[in-house]
């Protein structure tokens, strides 16, 4: 049955939308360690978007969410948001893991978990066991030792690339530096989670409050933030600990994943003393619904049971698929719950001009802390629960992120309560809301003089990940009330005298402001584009943009099916670039950045190479290492990357899974398609190797850091 044009562009908009939710959470979750949403909430999107995907397979792309890993490593260039890490100039070395670290598959509902297990039985055809743990909530870990002793630490990074953390881990107290005992093998890997116990999280939050400082949100945001932090006394300090979970390396002497950890135990190193060897279901059930109830009382914080087939010989007959192994599923707990009564519900607008609903509650404990906000997301969301001020409500801390309301207990409800209306005009500046279609929320469209939205543009300005001036909110709110600061480029005009008038300012605060506003001059294109705030260009898409146009007026003058061929934009991020580049005031606004001095031309790749020199090389599909990387191989050994194949095209290099459109065009044009393995050797003809985690680039006499890689995929 042919699809409607309209439908299928209404589908094809909606999957756009949801790629870019997804991977702006993603950034958020694994790089800045500061997710926004809840762990259901996020789930709920990805299983939307794997439906309709399912159902519209010639819409799925190689570069998709739910083709990939989560990342926890930067974009090249871009550091995390803890203001206890170093400059952006203080990378971690990065080296290829020897098997891929993958994601779980999991699951909210226990007949899922029954589905898990029939789909084994019926595959298997024989008995065997399961083995139940304990989902740590903080951050996956990958360590190696050799000879006994322990020789390096990875992140998970985006699977198949990790950042070195080493020193850190040697930090953490219960990460044996020297292995007891004897009869371990002489190279393994095992695979844990990094965590932060709740008294730590505590601890570490009041001195954050002291030094006024913003609080993590919960414990694996702090520990997480807590193992990249680049002096190691310091992570030694924040009381992170370690559970390891899976064990790795070639010809292991164990029939199954319950004597790997025994044998590990043994050795000193860290495992969880809850896990459970279960023969069913109804054990795995019994194993769940204990736990439910008893984590409330763990010292940590956990948020599910993972479920693993025993017998090592088994995980390897199931296999895996592009993203999780057949042989495991995590089971994940419901989000605590609390009843509480609604006193107001206010109307906030974000940078973007979105409003969103806010109920001030009576406070309430939930997951450890206290309780006095909850989000009702829109106006859509408080007509399905049919909330009133005044009713008894319950509300959640998904993931112990951001309290919501989930349902109003009726049976409750007093004489008196009031119907809250949504308003039709900004409650800030007064100007008429609108909706965009397919939008959920409610927007200002007054971006330029909506007082709330102007403030929030310039903290986006200043903020560590795009133009990193040395301010907040604070200083923001001073600046902007005085009359000093409405947009960007104000900033810039700025003179000690005015800074001084400042309540609170000195001489050396003034001076702090003014040079670090200098200091901002030097930031690449990439981050100032960035720091523009074009409602859907974040991080990633800023550098794509950057890399892809060159420079601020390329990028202008681009149509829209132009953008359309940039790598990971669609139809809404290309038109809401279109949308802002119409603006007069913002082609004036750039005009006043670039003459104070602000970089809008991309500087060249280094290039150290010429054994590509005059190709033209265009990417599909995924590779042993980053699409990144592989696009930094191409320039700096003098080839020109595009992201569409054309009669210009020297080779589209195509990885696992390359997209089918480049494919049939190539064929079509006569470009020749080469692997990744005919690309590095290559490279390894004009003598030039790739150095994983490096500049790049290394000639053949340098000692070379990679290792074998092998192909079976694993877990963590």
Not at 354 to 375: D, Q
Request: charged letters at 25%.
């Amino acid at each position: 049955m042919k699809i409607d044009i309209k439908v299928e562009n209404d589908i094809k908009k909606r999957i756009d939308r949801l790629r870019a939710e997804i991977s702006e959470n993603n950034r958020l979750y694994y790089v800045e360690s500061a997710p926004v949403i809840s762990d259901y909430e996020y789930d709920m999107l990805m299983n939307e978007l794997i439906a309709l995907e399912k159902e519209h397979p010639e819409l799925v792309t190689p570069d998709s969410p739910t083709q990939k890993v989560g990342s926890d490593l930067a974009p090249a260039g871009l550091r995390l948001a803890d203001a206890d890490i170093a400059a952006r100039n203080n990378e971690f070395a990065q080296y290829p893991h020897r098997y891929p670290m993958l994601s779980l598959g999991n699951t909210y509902d226990i007949t899922e978990v029954e589905a898990f297990a029939d789909r084994a039985l019926k595959s298997l055809q024989t008995s065997f066991t399961y083995s139940c743990e304990l989902k740590f909530d903080g951050t996956a870990i990958c360590l190696t030792y050799r000879n006994g002793r322990l020789f390096r630490a990875l992140t998970r990074g985006d699977g198949a690339i990790g950042d070195d953390v080493t020193e850190n881990a040697r930090h953490i107290r219960n990460i044996p530096q020297v292995l007891k005992g004897s009869g371990w093998p002489e190279e393994f890997e095992i695979r844990g989670e990094i965590y932060m116990p709740y008294e730590a999280f505590d601890r570490l939050n009041e001195e954050r409050r002291r030094d006024e400082d913003q609080p993590f949100a919960n414990p694996r945001n702090a520990a997480s933030g807590s193992l990249k932090l680049i002096n190691p006394a310091e992570v030694g300090h924040r009381g992170l600990e370690c559970t390891l979970y899976h064990m790795l390396g070639e010809n292991l002497p164990f029939q199954t994943h319950e004597q790997a950890l025994n044998a590990a135990a043994e050795w000193g190193l860290p495992v969880s003393d809850k896990r459970k060897i279960c023969h069913g279901i109804s054990e795995i059930e019994e194993y769940i619904n204990y736990w439910d109830a008893a984590r409330k009382s763990l010292p940590f914080a956990t948020d599910g049971i993972v479920i693993k087939i025993n017998e090592l010989a088994y995980q390897k007959e199931l296999g895996y698929t592009a993203k999780f192994p057949r042989w495991a599923v995590a089971y994940k707990f419901k989000a605590e719950q609390a009843l509480t009564k609604v006193l107001s519900i206010d109307y906030q607008v974000g940078r973007t001009g979105a409003v969103t609903p806010v109920a001030n509650l009576e406070p309430v404990l939930l997951s450890g802390t206290t309780v006095k906000r909850a989000t009702l997301h829109n106006a859509e969301q408080m007509q399905q629960l049919g909330i009133r001020i005044g009713d008894y409500v319950y509300v959640e801390k998904g993931g112990e992120i951001i309290p919501k309301i989930t349902g109003v207990e009726l049976d409750r409800r007093e004489p008196g309560t009031v119907l809250p209306v949504f308003p039709d005009k900004c409650p800030d500046c007064g100007t008429p809301l609108v909706r965009d279609e397919g939008e959920a929320k409610y927007f200002c469209p007054n971006e330029d003089g909506c007082p709330t939205q102007i403030k929030g543009k310039l903290v986006h300005f200043i903020s560590r990940k795009a133009m990193n001036v040395i301010a907040g909110d604070a200083t923001v709110d001073q600046l902007f009330n005085l009359g000093y600061v409405h947009s960007p480029a104000d900033l810039y005009d700025l003179d000690k005298q005015k800074l001084l008038t400042l309540e609170g300012w000195k001489e050396r605060s003034a001076q702090r402001f003014l040079d670090s506003l200098e200091a901002s001059k030097k930031t690449g294109f990439d981050h100032v584009l960035f720091a523009l705030g074009i409602r859907y260009v974040g991080e990633t898409t800023a550098r794509s943009l950057a890399r892809h146009f060159g420079n601020i007026d390329a990028l202008m003058a681009a149509e829209r099916d132009t953008l359309l061929s940039v790598e990971d934009i669609g139809e809404v991020i290309a038109d809401s670039i279109l949308d802002w580049f119409r603006q007069p005031e913002h082609l004036h606004e750039i005009e006043r950045l670039r003459n104070a001095g602000l970089k809008f031309t991309m500087e060249e790749e280094n290039q150290t190479s010429s054994a590509l020199e005059g190709l033209t090389i265009v990417i599909t599909g995924n590779f042993s290492v980053s699409r990144d990387e592989i696009k930094s191989l191409i320039a700096g050994n003098g080839g020109k990357n595009s992201s569409s194949v054309s009669g210009k095209t020297s080779y589209l290099l195509a990885g696992e899974k390359p997209g089918p459109e480049k494919i049939k065009k190539a064929q079509n044009l006569g470009v020749e398609i080469i692997d990744e393995a005919r690309f590095r050797a290559m490279l390894a003809a004009a003598g030039v190797r790739h150095e994983p985690g490096g500049s790049g680039l290394e000639r053949e006499n340098l000692p070379a850091q990679t290792e074998k890689t092998p192909e079976q995929p694993t877990l963590f």
